[in-house]
Every structure is written in C-alpha cells, then in structure tokens.
C-alpha cells in the first residue's frame, strides 16, 4: 500500500493534508486527491453547450454554456480556442484531459462520433482536431454511457446492473451490466429510443418513423403540449415552469411524456433484467409526479421478481453529464475501470500514457 501511496504522491495525484492525532507516536498526516489535478469537460448539445473546468473530486471551478456551432469544423475551431482560453485563465492547474459527451455513439476503432440524428451532423471526427489543438487527450463518451459512469464514481450506485436513461433533445440509455458498461460494436449498444413503437408515427431524425424517443423526449412533449414549432414555440425549460406554476395543459403534457418513457420501460427491462434504473433529464425536476407514472410502468414491464429501483440522477442533469467527463478521463489514468468500486477487481492493465508515466494502479 505504501509503494502505490509514494508513486500516487511522486506523480501529484495525492497531496499531504492536514496532520491527524495519536494518543502517542508520530502524528500521521492524511492523504488526500491533489484539487490541483484538473479535468476539462465538454458537454455537446444540439442548441446550447457547455464547457468546465472540473478538478478531480469531482466539483466545478467554472462553467460556461457556449452556442453549439452549425458543423463539425467550426464546432471543432470554437470549442478549442474556448479550452485554450480557460487553461490559460487557469495557470495554477495540471490538466490531465478532456472529455467529451455527445448526443450520440462514438466509435472508439474509428475515432469518429457516428450516430447524433439530433445534431444533423455527419460522422465527425472531434477527438483528433481538439488534441491537436490543446496538447491534451481527449475522451469521447455517449451522454447516457457519461451518466452511468458519473453514477458508478460520484454516487451511490450499489449495483452491477444498472441502466441510465437520459431523455433531452432525444432519449438515451446507458447500459452498465455485469459490472461492465456496454459499447459493442461501432459503440451503439443502447439505441433503445430509436427502436420503432409505432410504424406511423411521426418521423424521427434517425430517419424511422415511431421511434420510443419522438413519443418520449422533451421535443415530444413540446409536441403534446400543442406547439409544433420548435422555434416559436415554448422551450421545454418554459413547459416545466408553466407546469410548475400549475397550469394543466403543461401539466398533462408531462403526464403524457411520463407514460411515454414508461412505455419503454418493458422494452429495456425484458432485454437487460436492470436492478436499478437512474433517470437523467431535466423532466426530473417534476420527479414527484412524473416519477410514479413511471415507476407504475416499470412494476408493470417484470416478467418476474422484483422490479427495479427507479430513481432520478443523484445529480441535476447538466451535472450527471459533465461529471461523466471526470470519471471517463480518470478512468483511463486508473485502469481498474469502475469495477473497483463495486467490489470486483480485475488484473492490471498496461500503461495507457506515455505523456506522464502514470500507471495502472489497483486500489
Ligand atoms: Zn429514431
């Protein structure tokens, strides 16, 4: 234990703190994760993204929200000039990467970002022009998968079988099963909101009609609400506050948006057996009433056994997502992955960086 302390200690992940008591001997002096160690996260949306500064533990020491640029190039020259901005404005700190959520599924063999219909972007590549841009790695994750990983090391998932469904612009899940999160092939396992309900339905941006997410997003329930208009109409943030403030068309809206997610639920809980399911999105904000629509669904979707545990994110969504970021740069610096924290530790892996030296290290 000492060695792993002194290498985490020469390689500035751990930093002395504050000097404990013994009734006799030497006092020890607590370990604790060095804040100067920093994350930069970047959270891609359709309309409105966001970028921060995180340190390790997890809490943020800057946010801005930026305009997400019309394609790829641009988004790629705009995103990097505001990193470059922030690690200038934070001399002090060590970044160690950035990390990236996207509205859709990254493939890792090709490095390309390859299915985000609600961006209307085509296959991209944003890992390679932001590298070299900033000097530092970049790692890409789909929002849901960000969600599951923020779960598994900022809260208190307890479980091996969890599933994330993050709802927003569209509708995600994240799959963590076995204790393992699931990419499969070209990284789409989990495209559960583009799985038709209903042939006719309205035509969804991933070209297929009926998909779960054109009844089940935030854009669905703009829809229900009676605006069909995306731009004139009300944002979904205004339809949460109209609800909030008791009026009933919203209201119903919601309801009827709740029923929608929870018609899915069958579809992912015969596939996957989840024992835990984290809802991420900013619908959660009326959680007290649109969480037993769905919960009433979920005990309904059990073939047998018990149902699983449905709970909102244990952060607000931007939150969930960007805390994902923390956890998938960490992860690629501790290379037990998430299972350490759930009690099943796996060999060693190889050195992932040649830049610091650091290894993989078993806790
Ligand atoms: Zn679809």
Redesign the pocket.
């Known amino acids: 234990m000492s060695l792993i302390t002194e290498q985490l200690i020469r390689e500035k992940w751990v930093v002395y703190g504050s000097m404990g008591r013994l009734p006799r001997g030497r006092r020890p002096a607590f370990l604790q994760l060095n804040e100067r160690r920093a994350i930069l996260a970047l959270d891609l949306r359709p309309a409105v993204s966001t970028i921060a500064v995180a340190n390790v533990n997890g809490q943020f020491l800057e946010r801005q929200t930026i305009q997400t640029p019309e394609n790829p190039e641009s988004a790629a020259k705009v995103f990097s000039d505001r990193i470059l901005r922030l690690m200038a404005d934070h001399p002090e700190l060590l970044f160690e990467g950035i990390g990236v959520v996207i509205p859709g599924r990254y493939d890792e063999k090709r490095a390309r970002v390859v299915f985000a ?1 609600n961006l209307k972007w085509p296959e991209f590549d944003l890992k390679a022009p932001l590298e070299a841009a900033t000097g530092l790695s970049v790692k890409m994750e789909n929002a849901a998968n960000a969600c599951v990983l923020a779960e598994v090391w900022f809260a208190q998932a307890t479980t091996r079988n969890l599933l994330a469904v993050t709802v927003s612009e569209g509708l995600g899940v994240g799959v963590f099963i076995d204790g393992h999160l699931l990419h499969s092939a070209n990284g789409m396992a989990g495209e559960f ?2 799985i038709p309900l209903e042939p006719s339905g309205p035509l ?3 070209g ?1 009609r009926g ?1 779960w ?1 054109v009844y089940a997003s935030n854009w669905a329930a703009l829809r229900f609400y009676g605006g069909s208009s995306r731009a004139n109409g009300p944002s979904f943030q205004d339809l949460l506050s109209l609800a909030m403030g008791g009026d009933l068309h919203a209201l119903r809206a919601l309801d009827h948006m709740a029923q929608e997610i929870g018609r899915g639920m069958r579809m992912i809980i015969s596939a996957l057996s989840p024992e835990e399911i984290v809802f991420v999105g900013e619908f959660t904000r009326l959680w007290d009433r649109m969480g037993p629509i769905i919960e009433r669904f979920v005990k309904e979707s059990v073939l047998i056994g018990k149902p699983p545990r449905v709970r909102p994110a244990s952060a607000e969504p931007s939150v969930a997502r960007l805390r994902g970021t923390i956890a998938m740069v960490l992860q690629e610096y501790f290379g037990f992955g998430i299972e350490r924290k759930l009690g099943a530790p796996r060999l060693l892996r190889k050195p992932r960086s040649k830049k610091t030296g650091v290894r993989a290290i078993s806790f």
Do not use: L, Q, V, W
Request: net charge negative; hydrophobic share 0%.
């Open positions: 219909p909101g583009h969804c941006g991933c297929t998909c997410e």
